[in-house]
């Protein structure tokens, strides 16, 4: 996909004129395992020691969080007072709903200022990134863990090995670590390609974590689909040693990867071939429109937009701004596009033709939001997974 800024890499305006490091982004598969991965890692202090991405500002991820929580202690029997950790914790939110239910709860984050944002809510959070180091401390501090999750934090890190031999380390024995993350057999089958960026360093199927868990006594024993982010899975995890009963829909899982041929490269070639048809037509429509007078607009400065637009060439001379519910990313510039970004309630005051929804996997929530804009003739322009208009 080219050479790319920091996904989520939003400039303040005096900064525009500064140099802007660029990282080339590509994936490739292992043809012995077929984990698909980035060609080329960033590091992860680079991109996630200030971080602007906070899920809870929408309504969707936050009553997800809540059902989370819920179904976790329920389907797990995890009793009161027990410890729950949550690693890329954020600002504490999906930690929050597990301290209403009376858990001890502590999360882990590299993000300085989301750490701040959660210690002062009063979800005690460590400012680091989560490896054997930091188990072990906390082990020693705070005991073991019941629960331990992580959402869209697992295709994040770049030392797996030693993620999970921390999480083995820090877990009971009759603990469970449940990992979130989107699903590579939605992101291939609808071409989800703007969510390839360099703070997913790895994109799952379960064959391949099945490997990587099993060279760490660790096992996968049942997995949930689930609608978040353009199609993501749940996973459970315990220690072999627990001898947790195999739920069959792990096999089923594999099964039907075998038969989408997730293990042979055709898969992926055809996904490539997809996806240069869909920044084709989605950049001469844009023209197309533009040459028409007509006034377009970006509907969120997510990180998969911010792909989206540098892969496809997507700047000010196609989009007037973007606007985005995030308080820190208003005011800022996209990475390598350099659009400003303005709070929603701009399209009430500029009302322009046609919104570019760069946030997709928020679909249902932003045009049941914005049905006063679509019913006074704006229209969104949907990319994900084919071009639309809505
Ligand atoms: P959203 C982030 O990706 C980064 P991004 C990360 N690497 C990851 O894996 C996924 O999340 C999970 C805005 N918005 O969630 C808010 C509105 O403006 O697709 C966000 O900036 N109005 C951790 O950045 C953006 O859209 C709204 O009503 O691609 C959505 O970003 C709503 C609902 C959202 O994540």
Known sequence: MGSMPIPNGFLAKENLRKPEPRYPLGVMVCKSCWLMQLTHIIPPDLMFRNYLYIPSTSTTMLKHFESMADSLVQDLKIKPGSLVIDIGS?????LSFFKNQEMKVLGIDPATNLVQIANLKGIETIGDFFNKNVAIRIAKQRGKAALITGT???AHVDNIHEVCEGIKLLLGDGGVFVAEFPY??????????DTIYHEHLSYFSLGPLITLFNKHQLV???IKKLPTHGGSIRIYVAKKSAKKPIQSIVKDFVREEKFKKLYTIAPYEEFARRVGIIKRDLVSYLKQLR????????????AKGNVLMNYCGIDTKLLDYVVDSIPYKQGRYTPGTHIPIFPETRLKTHRPHYALLTAWNFEEEILLKQIAYRERGGQFIITIPYLRIE
């Not at 954020?90 to 999906?94: I, K, P, Q, Y």
């Not at 590579?184 to 071409?191: G, I, P, S, T």
């Not at 040459?291 to 997510?302: E, T, W």
């Open 152 to 154: 869209n934090v697992l």
């Open 184 to 193: 590579l057999a939605d992101l291939l089958r609808k071409n989800e390609f």
């Open 220 to 222: 996968i024993y049942d």
């Open 90 to 94: 954020n600002d504490g939110t999906l």
């Open 291 to 302: 040459a028409q007078g007509k006034r377009i607009v970006g509907y969120g400065a997510s």
